[in-house]
T-cell receptor, first 116, second 109 residues
Framework: DAGVTQSPTHLIKTRGQHVTLRCSPI?????VSWYQQVLGQGPQFIFQ???????GRGNFPDRFSARQFPNYSSELNVNALLLGDSALYLC???????????????FGPGTRLTVL | TQLLEQSPQFLSIQEGENLTVYCNSS?????LQWYRQEPGEGPVLLVT?????EVKKLKRLTFQFGDARKDSSLHITAAQPGDTGLYLC?????????FGTGTSLTVIP
């Protein structure tokens, strides 16, 4: 079975541009979460989507948005890019949402975003 | 402010040595998870601890959840070069999920 897939693997943008990152969860998983990982730090929670609805949001500005599609894939959008948005963006899928007890998350390889 | 603090941040040891990584919080967690991440890859789940005082073993790795469910530790016995990586604890109160600050382990052959 395919694991979590993310595209693109690498991306270079300039300040002020916007970017769309994509994630396909493991087949059968209904929850997708997005994380930002700056070099040398642990991942920071951005969003969780479950059954196409936002179920959780981290401390990120409104420039960050996401959505989940009927096939449970997801997109993360970032507008008005800043240099500080340069990071590895990780997507994780799980069967259920956090609120229904712990659910093992499976992570994709990430998208490396560089903002110049 | 980090909800989960890990120590040490960096650890470099010789093959065969033992080590312990700590994960601490002022908040109570219903469960904590430990992940290992290698460069260029996403984190991989090692274990989930749920019950206060719980101890779980995974080969040479021993995980413990504090009685008050605010802290956890990871002990590695006879470390090997293949153990090199970034170790992360993580947990979530409800609809958010937090990762610790991470411990970067290097095992020197």
């Amino acid at each position: 079975d395919a694991g979590v897939t993310q595209s693109p693997t690498h991306l270079i943008k300039t300040r002020g541009q916007h970017v769309t990152l994509r994630c396909s969860p493991i087949s059968g998983h209904k929850s997708v979460s997005w994380y930002q990982q700056v070099l040398g730090q642990g991942p920071q929670f951005i969003f969780q989507y479950y059954e196409k609805e936002e179920r959780g949001r981290g401390n990120f500005p409104d420039r960050f948005s996401a959505r989940q599609f009927p096939n449970y894939s997801s997109e993360l959008n970032v507008n008005a890019l800043l240099l500080g948005d340069s990071a590895l963006y990780l997507c994780a899928s799980s069967l259920g949402s956090y609120s229904s007890s712990y659910n093992e998350q499976f992570f994709g390889p990430g998208t490396r975003l560089t903002v110049l | 402010t980090q909800l989960l603090e890990q120590s040490p941040q960096f650890l470099s040891i010789q093959e065969g040595e033992n080590l312990t990584v700590y994960c601490n919080s002022s908040s109570v967690f219903s469960s904590l998870q430990w992940y290992r991440q290698e460069p260029g890859e996403g984190p991989v789940l090692l274990v989930t601890v749920v019950t206060g005082g719980e101890v779980k073993k995974l080969k040479r790795l021993t995980f413990q959840f504090g009685d008050a469910r605010k802290d956890s530790s990871l002990h590695i016995t006879a470390a090997q070069p293949g153990d090199t990586g970034l170790y992360l604890c993580a947990g979530g109160p409800g609809n958010q999920f937090y990762f610790g600050t991470g411990t970067s382990l290097t095992v020197i052959p």
